[in-house]
């Protein structure tokens, strides 16, 4: 398996910009997760998916973030205006979560800069 | 809520000697896992070593071993032998259903 696929890599937009950030866990994981990370906060939780729907989102910062799994194959984590505070590396995982000792899978992650 | 605690943003450790990075977290729950990862300069996110909570015996991955002290909800990292590629950024994680992350510990190795 090629492991969790994120893109893209790098990302510079305006702010005010919608930006769309995707996600491709490994096959047969049912479990997602969206993390950001800063020097100040480290990793964030966002919010997580299993079996594609989302358990979780109260770590969404606010109402312009929005994440979607339409399948198991993929994801999207959308801001919606982007605004400078919003530059981080954000990270998709997946698990498998038969087990709760299963290792959580990261992407390379994409770094988002909003200038 | 759970959180994680990394109290050390840095450490520093001469190649070859020991080094423990500490982690302490809180939570109510009875049944759980904790984590360690490395982050590389790569970003790449690399499971360092795990541990059940249910489980007193400490975990060990070859040159990596944990202290595990349940009841002062600690779960500190040892690393052994320090080597050069062992420099990275070290998160603590707690776990069951998500996986919820420390602030982590930049590790330097001093040649």
């Known amino acids: 398996d090629a492991g969790v696929i994120q893109s893209p890599r790098h990302e510079v937009t305006e702010m005010g910009q919608e930006v769309t950030l995707r996600c491709k866990p490994i096959s047969g994981h049912n479990s997602l997760f969206w993390y950001r990370q800063t020097m100040m906060r480290g990793l964030e939780l966002l919010i997580y998916f299993n079996n594609n729907v989302p358990i979780d989102d109260s770590g969404m910062p606010e109402d312009r973030f929005s994440a979607k799994m339409p399948n198991a194959s993929f994801s999207t984590l959308k801001i919606q205006p982007s605004e400078p505070r919003d530059s981080a590396v954000y990270f998709c995982?997946?698990?498998?979560?038969?087990?709760?000792?299963?290792?959580?899978?990261f992407g390379q992650g994409t770094r988002l800069t909003v200038v | 809520a759970q959180t994680v605690t990394q109290s050390q943003p840095e450490m520093s450790v001469q190649e070859a000697e020991t080094v423990t990075l500490s982690c302490t977290y809180d939570?109510?729950?009875?049944?759980?896992?904790l984590f360690w990862y490395k982050q590389p300069p790569s970003r790449q996110m690399i499971l360092v070593i795990r541990?059940?909570?249910?489980?007193?015996q400490n975990a060990t991955e070859n040159r990596f071993s944990v202290n595990f002290q349940k009841a002062a909800k600690s779960f500190s990292l040892k690393i052994s032998d320090s080597q050069l590629g062992d420099a990275a950024m070290y998160f603590c994680?707690?776990?069951?259903?998500?996986?919820?992350f420390g602030t982590g510990t930049r590790l330097t190795i001093i040649p």
């Open positions: 541990q059940e909570a249910y489980k007193q």
């Open positions: 995982a997946s698990r498998d979560r038969q087990g709760w000792n299963t290792e959580a899978f």
């Open positions: 939570t109510s729950e009875s049944d759980y896992y």
């Open positions: 994680a707690w776990g069951n259903e998500k996986l919820t």
